[in-house]
């Protein structure tokens, strides 16, 4: 898979060895709903809402920011001797930086890598013009296909993962597709890495609520892809939150610490709410961010340098009558397009957006605001992108059926990524000349020879007339997306898993939960 | 008003002389939801899919239509004498067009231009950084507030006027913002005209469906603007659709050419569902587009050279499997982009867009097709947006409903084209040290003194807790936008009209009706 950075030419670190064992044996297609792209390589240029002058004013404030103001490091002393040791100035648990310093420090992280895959074509590149869509992160309730709103189970967990492994426009089997409440919360890292491993083969996250999960991720890596081959090449990305405002605490240091020594990649993101966690505006929101992920993503080059990091942001605004968050609208808009420049000139592979929603059904309002976030965040050139199927209810919910309405989505911003072909087919002149004024174009040859691809197909947009709607049962698109669901689950094939690393993942994950009294807090 | 020209410099003609009477003498303010800009000013930059060479490319290829196959101008021979005279090669129907020609005509077309209101206040400016939305046009069908979907009728016609009237950010009244079916085919142009003069203050749209029809149009708006006002300004904005591919009916020639002829604006539309009407590619759409733009907004200069014109694109892509019309997808947004590009290198106004989608309902399959449509509307840098609100059913269907849910998203769009506030203020440095790390934004003077205005607030969405929303009684966003809008209705005021004016109108309606015998059909 090395040829996936070099073909980009952008990689600014080589690859280590060949791929993994597991990767070898895994099977060369698993996707049951559809061909599928690795990941989306765009085709088409960033949408830029700063010029020159504003990306210089933000870039001053959060030097500024760094300097005076500092970003605390909270309970880790060793994150502390480490900012000491490199140059800053520590006071108490604030971290106050010199200028450049965190700059600096950054240059030795990859602005382009790949994350492996145990089946190697589901291999992604992460960074420069590739796009890759992970499912809904953290949800702990579900909406199911009964239409209920209940606790998620390990059941559930299993069936995201089923379901992103199915949809071709799913890159990633992404991390806590929803939290699994029914596994006590100190064992069920472990359930959900396995999920990922066994009922997918592409691409996923590892745990990130204590140093020891982490550590459990990446040894259940290990025994997938092989000891070296993991201390030499990335398997996971991870998501470390900052606690925003300028605050890092103990348990995402003691994430990121395990990840970026095993060289796997963290994707520092501020977790920001604006009005409550960042200033009420997009420019101020903005430069809060910008010093927040140089402090958290250099300090991974203080623990391994060259280890793969994003410049993350997770932007949201509240709403100032309730307190509630919103999600959809124009000014975190403003804010990911931004963070998306500032990252591109840091040199970092950059994480917003998804098909974020308050909404607590997957109506119109569930798809405005999720159309709002995805066309951003297309738009914006995302590198990784988090909750981009299935993602309700600010989060709180990851729901079945709006998983299959934004899998839809993302097939159409696939398309829409690849721009305008200007080859000669493309122009089509022979078309024009063929048909002529007055004339139409269903039966001419070029249409023939290229209706197959020239359209993205919806499986789940009704364009009939109302008539023949009526006669259908007068469906809503979540009824249709309940029933294409359910067909998903129940033709749904485990990608092949080799039966002794099967074998090996469960004997370790027995002995581990053996080691552990039940904790369900 | 001619300060809304005169402020962007960007206006290649002068105006003529002050308002007419009934502007100064019209009330001040009208719209009853909210705040209105008369207007968006496009703070953002557009969005651009196409790069200097692909632009070339397409340029040459229409010429090459142009030139060798030809536009058909149908049974008009006023329209093929003029071409003859102009240097064209007419054969039978069809003029073919020395290279150059068009564009030579389209130098007297105004880049920006005023569209007059009756409430000065309501004035909108056409072309440059303006963006003006306007109501769904010319849906024969309804789906009303109890859910049913029946034939239009006058009574749905005005109720849509005053929607728009009330609608904060929907600038325009539109024109045939449903069929008023009840009122025959030959008279309902008379009642549809003077509905938007009695019912709203915004500028309007004029009938296109035969010549005199669009001479009524121009003197009922002389009666409310006066003779010479009417002959020297543009109060009325006209769609005129190209019958694609290639050719202009004696219809929409025959209505062009009485608008062009009174100084009032023609919005030269290809209609285009792609695979159908055009190739199935997104480059020879273009091509096809640019040429048949070209041909027709060039025809009004032949009319009066400095009639204002707008390049209009209507674009939609059908299903290969069913021939039905589909919306919201990949391909006619690069279209649309496309053809903004192609309209700011001729200096001509731009319309695309609106608020598309094939559902049947105002479901997650409406607003996502919607949505796309919209956010590619307003990034590609659109003036002119019909469409912008209640379309349904590949606008077979005006509902209520989404009416309502879409003007909250245009609302949306508003604030997302002022872009990035770079302000002292903006930059929010004072709260950023006032709050320091860990603390929280809520209560902080800066967050005081902004929340009123620094986020958009959305009347429709619902952002609280999921245990609200059920105590609320689990509503859906359909459910609070049919409240809305019946209290919308409830509330309507009618702006002031002076009742002489309003008594010429009725007078002059009553005369045009004896005079001719129903129809309808």
């Known amino acids: 898979m090395d040829d996936i950075t070099a073909q980009t030419g952008e990689g600014r670190r080589s690859r280590g060895e060949g791929r993994g064992a597991a990767a070898r044996r895994a099977s060369r297609s698993g996707g049951g709903a559809g061909p599928a792209m690795p990941y989306i390589t765009r085709k088409i240029a960033p949408y830029e809402v700063l010029d020159e002058e504003g990306l210089q004013i933000i870039e001053r404030n959060a030097d500024t920011i760094l300097e005076e103001i500092g970003i605390e490091f909270r309970d880790d002393a060793e994150a502390l001797e480490l900012w000491r040791q490199a140059g800053a100035d520590v006071k108490g648990q604030r971290v106050h930086f010199p200028k450049g310093l965190c700059r600096e420090l950054l240059k030795t992280a990859p602005s382009v890598f790949t994350q492996y895959a145990r089946n190697p074509e589901r291999s992604v590149q992460i960074g420069g013009k590739a796009t890759v869509f992970a499912p809904n992160y953290g949800s702990p309730f579900v909406r199911d296909l009964d239409g209920n709103r209940r606790y998620a189970t390990l059941e559930d967990f299993r069936n995201f993962v089923k379901l992103s492994y199915m949809a071709p426009s799913v890159h990633h089997s992404g991390g806590t597709v929803c939290e699994p409440v029914d596994i006590p919360v100190n064992k069920r890292h472990l359930d959900m890495v396995y999920s990922h491993i066994k009922y997918s083969d592409k691409p996923f996250m590892g745990s990130v609520t204590a140093p020891e999960r982490a550590e459990d991720s990446v040894a259940m890596c290990k025994i997938l892809f092989g000891d070296d081959f993991v201390e030499n090449n990335t398997v996971l990305v991870n998501l470390i939150n900052a606690n925003s405002p300028m605050v890092y605490d103990e348990t995402m240091l003691g994430a990121a610490k395990v990840y970026a020594r095993h060289n796997q990649a963290c994707v520092i993101s501020p977790f920001i709410l604006s009005g409550a966690m960042s200033p009420v505006t997009v420019a101020g ?36 009558q309730s ?98 072909d200007l080859s000669e087919s493309g122009q089509a002149m022979d078309a024009i000349r063929e048909v002529g004024p007055g004339a139409h174009y269903l039966g001419c040859a ?76």
């Open 285 to 320: 929101t903005l430069t809060q961010i910008l010093a927040e992920v140089l402090a958290g993503a250099s300090f991974t080059q203080l623990i391994r340098p060259g280890a793969p990091v994003l410049f993350g942001t997770f932007a949201a605004s509240i709403s100032m």
């Open 446 to 521: 070029h249409t023939q020879a290229n209706f197959q691809t020239a359209f993205y197909r919806s499986a789940l947009a009704d364009n009939n007339s109302f008539e023949q709607w009526e006669v259908e049962g007068r469906k809503r698109i979540e009824d249709r997306a309940n029933a294409l669901c359910r067909s998903w689950l129940d033709s749904y094939e485990a990608p092949p898993l080799d039966p002794a690393i099967d074998e090996a993942l469960l004997a370790y994950i027995a002995k581990r939960k053996d080691s552990m009294p039940d904790a369900f807090t």
């Open 323 to 420: 307190g509630a968050p919103t999600f959809g609208t124009p000014e975190p808009a403003l804010v990911s397009y931004g963070a998306a420049q500032l990252a591109r000139r840091l040199g970092l592979p950059f994480r917003t957006g998804g098909s974020l929603c308050a909404s607590k059904v997957p109506d119109a309002q569930a798809a405005h605001e999720s159309a709002n976030t995805l066309n951003m965040t297309l738009l914006a050139g995302t590198n990784f992108v988090l909750h981009a199927a299935g993602w309700l209810e600010g989060g709180l919910a990851a729901c079945y059926e709006k998983f299959m309405i934004d899998q839809d989505q993302l097939g159409m911003m696939q398309k829409l990524a690849q721009g305008v």
